[in-house]
């Protein structure tokens, strides 16, 4: 397990480790242009985890009325299974509201890796999406996370004090 990462926005100087992330962590990899239309979004919440001065990781989460969207999570091939992408997804659960109760996010069936994490984070799969990828070709699940099936621990989580509050 490695320290507590000090989790705060990203900014345009992130975007070339950001997208290096991207890169060792998705075939179909994003670059830096498509990072910068998630940074300018008025909608959108744009988290790295630093340790040390480096980026391990980083979020992007989109805020509806009821909802929030997770877009994109990646961390580091070295740093992963170290609790980066908890701390990420926890601070962003911190996020919920009685009004604004789950986050909802889209996995490709053959990324088996982040199905595992997602039910990890205690998210549930609620439908598949046939062949709903960008090229057509594979099913993706649909995750949930819903406040009040985790209140009483998410209560708990979110009042603990020193939390890095992006």
């Not at 959108?44 to 040390?52: P, S, Y």
């Not at 009325?65 to 997804?89: F, M």
């Not at 595992?116 to 993706?140: N, P, Q, V, Y």
Request: charge should be neutral; aromatic fraction near 10%.
């Amino acid at each position: 397990m490695i320290k507590p990462c000090f989790l705060r926005w990203c900014n345009r100087n992130d975007l070339e480790e950001v997208a290096e992330i991207e890169a060792e962590s998705f075939s179909d990899h994003w670059d830096e242009r498509d990072f910068l239309k998630y940074l300018e979004s008025h909608r959108c919440v744009f988290i790295v985890a630093e340790f040390d001065g480096r980026i391990l990781g980083f979020m992007i989460y989109r805020l509806h009325k009821d909802h929030i969207e997770l877009v994109n999570l990646a961390v580091r091939k070295a740093y992963l299974r170290l609790t980066i992408g908890s701390q990420l997804v926890a601070a962003m659960k911190c996020k919920l509201t009685k009004t604004r109760r789950r986050i909802a996010c889209v996995v490709v069936e053959s990324n088996l890796e982040a199905q595992l994490f997602m039910r990890f984070c205690e998210f549930r799969c609620i439908s598949t999406l046939r062949a709903a990828s960008h090229d057509g070709k594979e099913d993706e699940y649909q995750f949930v996370f819903n406040h009040s099936l985790a209140a009483k621990a998410l209560d708990a989580a979110c009042s603990g004090k020193g939390r890095a509050e992006p």
